[in-house]
């Protein structure tokens, strides 16, 4: 497979997929195809992830994401509250001389990170999964690849005349192999 880490225009364009092994100081070595293109000196955001795993924002994405929730309205709940947790539990990291990044145990717990991990490009950022919930979302999606595909990327460009609602499978609707996150856990 074929992945990289390249710059595509002004930001950095992350793809591919790699099985790496977190240690037991929770450090995570970067593929060599995904730090090209990054400084030594390169900073890193370690988050709260979607769907239970976390993300690695370089330092432009993160302050994107900070300034659309800056440009975001206060007054509504549901973005303070994302703001606060998110901010929150974000940590600046620093690739150590290997490139390998050092999780925080509160995030590798929240994730369930130990031993076999995911490092997943997804454009903008990386994703790390723990390797069998990785493995459980793309059992339950590539299914429906050919539909996500047509979500994803004709979505609301497509002309309404040739497009025709198709329901969301149940199994991608309400996916029930992540456990539910309560005000008691980190996020």
Known sequence: MVSCGKYWGPKMLYTGSF??????KLRLPLPRTLREGSAADARFYLTPGIDGCLAVYPEPAFAAIAERLAASSPGVREIREYSRLFFSQATCVVPDGQWRL???PELA???HLA???MIVGVRDHL???????????????????DQLAEAALLGPMAPIAKREPQPVPRDLAEPDVLPVT???QPR
């Open 182 to 184: 309560t005000p008691t």
């Open 19 to 24: 099985r790496r092994a977190l240690d037991d």
């Open 109 to 111: 717990s929240w994730s």
């Open 127 to 145: 994703e790390i999964w723990a390797a069998n919930r990785w493995e459980q979302f793309v059992s339950r999606c590539d299914p429906h690849y």
């Open 102 to 104: 050092r999780v925080t």
């Open 115 to 117: 031993g076999e991990v």
